[in-house]
């Protein structure tokens, strides 16, 4: 006899194009962002008598040397540190601020203007209100205080019973490292969860390798391998869960 399969139990969801829109990939301040951001960070670093501090010294100390770390993510499969790049600038400048007020002030621009995913607020409130356990698993390129603001900004970290970051896990998807760890804090099995993403490269390809099922939401990430269920909108996702809840449980009494 085949063994009976177990109900749905909780839910796993990315951050970045699922409940929040960053506007681009990477979920770091670009362009006018990044520009606006670093002269708040050289306003913040400049005092009378201090060495002289202008963008390429930001370059040279900070974001160059950082970024050379981050072109190889995919390949370390864990994220770029920026504590040792910090350490430097702050020598330089002679200055004592934190790791996070120094990062906070160059990514504040850019974080005014990240948007929730539409749908998605009242997809996890329903999913929280019906009792389903949440956990968010997402790479993130910087320290996790950073999004968890994002989060509370945005109505969303009242419903997450476990949050699991890449920055501070130091492993990153495609690696199931933190599907694992989002697993335990639950108290789930593998195959009693659903990973919610919107990269078949990363959440499909994690899911697959964590031995959880994987709900792809529609993106322009469209390699990699096949997802079991697929969502236009994450307005979608609660009739999903309730289905997969249901037809567990039905199965399971037949």
Same mark, same amino acid.
């Given at each position: 006899?085949?063994? $009976?399969?177990?109900?749905?139990?909780?839910?796993?969801?990315?951050?970045?194009?699922?409940?929040?829109?960053?506007? %681009?990939?990477?979920?770091?301040?670009?362009?006018?962002?990044?520009? =606006?951001?670093?002269?708040?960070?050289?306003?913040?670093?400049?005092?009378?008598?201090?060495?002289?501090? @202008?963008?390429?010294?930001?370059?040279?100390?900070?974001?160059?040397?950082?970024?050379? @770390?981050?072109?190889?993510?995919?390949?370390?499969?864990?994220?770029?540190?920026?504590?040792?790049?910090?350490?430097?600038?702050?020598?330089? /400048?002679? #200055?004592?601020?934190?790791? #996070? =007020?120094?990062?906070? !002030?160059?990514?504040?621009?850019?974080? +005014? !203007?990240? !948007?929730?995913?539409?749908?998605?607020?009242?997809?996890?409130?329903?999913?929280?209100?019906?009792?389903?356990?949440? /956990?968010?698993?997402? %790479?993130?390129?910087?320290?996790?205080?950073?999004?968890?603001?994002?989060? /509370?900004?945005?109505?969303?970290?009242?419903?997450?019973?476990?949050?699991?970051?890449?920055?501070?896990?130091?492993? &990153?998807?495609?690696?199931?490292?933190?599907?694992?760890?989002?697993?335990?804090?639950?108290?789930?099995?593998? @195959?009693?969860?659903?990973?919610?993403?919107?990269? $078949?490269?990363?959440?499909? *390809?994690?899911?697959?390798?964590?031995? *959880?099922?994987?709900?792809?939401?529609?993106? /322009?990430?469209?390699?990699?391998? @096949?997802?079991?269920?697929?969502?236009?909108?994450?307005? +979608?996702?609660?009739?999903?869960?309730? &289905?997969? #809840?249901?037809?567990? !449980?039905?199965?399971?009494?037949?």
């Amino acid at each position: 006899m085949a063994p $009976r399969p177990r109900p749905l139990r909780a839910v796993l969801l990315d951050m970045g194009g699922v409940l929040l829109d960053f506007g %681009n990939a990477e979920g770091l301040p670009v362009g006018r962002h990044d520009w =606006r951001g670093r002269e708040a960070l050289l306003v913040l670093l400049r005092r009378p008598g201090g060495p002289p501090l @202008e963008q390429r010294h930001l370059d040279e100390l900070l974001f160059d040397p950082w970024k050379r @770390e981050h072109a190889r993510r995919y390949e370390r499969v864990r994220e770029a540190d920026w504590r040792p790049h910090l350490v430097r600038l702050r020598r330089y /400048a002679r #200055r004592r601020f934190s790791d #996070r =007020r120094l990062l906070a !002030t160059w990514f504040a621009p850019f974080a +005014e !203007t990240v !948007t929730p995913v539409p749908e998605a607020q009242a997809a996890v409130a329903a999913l929280a209100a019906a009792g389903v356990p949440l /956990a968010l698993v997402s %790479n993130i390129p910087l320290p996790s205080p950073l999004y968890r603001d994002l989060l /509370a900004r945005h109505g969303y970290l009242p419903a997450f019973r476990h949050l699991v970051w890449s920055y501070d896990e130091g492993s &990153r998807k495609p690696s199931p490292a933190m599907l694992h760890t989002a697993l335990a804090a639950l108290g789930v099995a593998p @195959e009693e969860a659903l990973m919610v993403g919107d990269r $078949r490269s990363a959440d499909v *390809v994690a899911g697959r390798a964590a031995g *959880v099922p994987t709900a792809w939401l529609r993106s /322009a990430d469209a390699t990699g391998p @096949e997802p079991d269920h697929r969502l236009d909108s994450m307005a +979608e996702l609660p009739p999903l869960v309730a &289905r997969l #809840r249901r037809g567990a !449980t039905a199965r399971a009494r037949g």
